[in-house]
Nanobody, 120 residues
Framework: QVQLVESGGGLVQPGGSLRLSCAAS???????????MGWYRQAPGKERELVAT???????NYAESMKGRFTISRDNAKNTVSLQMNSLKPEDTAVYYC???????????WGQGTQVTVSS
């Protein structure tokens, strides 16, 4: 089964931290490896927006509002990507989605998303 599965979401108080993880599995990655992985989020009534991306060689890109608070990392051998979120704010509340961009044919996959709620 080809899938991206996110985990680690939940309820956290303002100023707290969460670590999200995303694991890719399936035969497709043996034939078309993952290049860039990333995290995106979508809050109620808002468009989905980029949080951070990381390439297979470790180059990162962050949305401006996440710089200094969030850190993206990956394990190429395991095809996993993580997002360490610190100093969380209520406005960070959203569904967070994992995305994997494959090396060939402009293929990509989305995870189902995991809810992050920042509230007292």
């Amino acid at each position: 089964q080809v899938q991206l599965v996110e985990s680690g979401g939940g309820l956290v108080q303002p100023g707290g931290s969460l670590r999200l993880s995303c694991a890719a599995s399936g035969n497709i990655f043996s034939f078309n490896p993952i290049n860039t992985m990333g995290w995106y989020r979508q809050a109620p009534g808002k468009e989905r927006e980029l949080v951070a991306t990381i390439t297979s060689v470790g180059s990162t890109n962050y949305a401006e509002s996440m710089k200094g608070r969030f850190t993206i990392s990956r394990d190429n051998a395991k095809n996993t990507v993580s997002l360490q979120m610190n100093s969380l704010k209520p406005e960070d509340t959203a569904v967070y989605y994992c995305k994997a961009d494959l090396r060939f044919y402009n293929n990509y996959l989305w995870g189902q998303g995991t809810q992050v709620t920042v509230s007292s």
